[in-house]
């Protein structure tokens, strides 16, 4: 049973960086394509980041390019999401999403969740 754990999130103030983790167990990580979503209240869940199974590969929504970086590390079977110059629209609770094969920019394969963790980005 493949399990992520998502670390690193909290309250902010605008134009501040926070960086989150996702560790993986219980599968093989390096076989997994993983990915960042968000979900802010009101609103339905959508896609953040995508990385290739070696990293070789990324794509980052245009809401958040330029901004946010993804980047795994096969060795300590976590993926991050580093955030820089956060806004109040970036809200949300942030998940951790694992699958072999995903559609990407989409939540489509994704078959692996974490619980979610909180940013909240004060204006």
């Known amino acids: 049973q493949v399990q992520l754990v998502e670390s690193g999130g909290g309250l902010v103030q605008a134009g501040a960086s926070l960086r989150l983790s996702c560790v993986v167990s219980?599968?093989?990580?390096?076989?997994?394509?993983m990915g960042w979503f968000r979900e802010a209240p009101g609103k339905e869940r959508e896609f953040v980041a995508y990385?290739?199974?070696?990293?070789?590969?990324?794509l980052h929504a245009d809401s958040v390019k330029g901004r946010f970086t993804i980047s795994r590390d096969n060795a300590k079977n976590t993926v991050y999401l580093q955030m820089s110059n956060l806004k109040s629209e970036d809200t949300a609770v942030y998940y951790c999403?694992?699958?072999?094969?995903?559609?990407?920019?989409?939540?489509?394969?994704?078959?692996?969740w974490g619980q979610g963790i909180q940013v909240t980005v004060s204006s």
């Open positions: 999403a694992a699958g072999a094969a995903v559609l990407i920019g989409t939540q489509v394969g994704f078959d692996y």
């Open positions: 990385i290739s199974r070696d990293g070789g590969s990324t």
């Open positions: 219980g599968g093989t990580f390096r076989d997994l394509r």
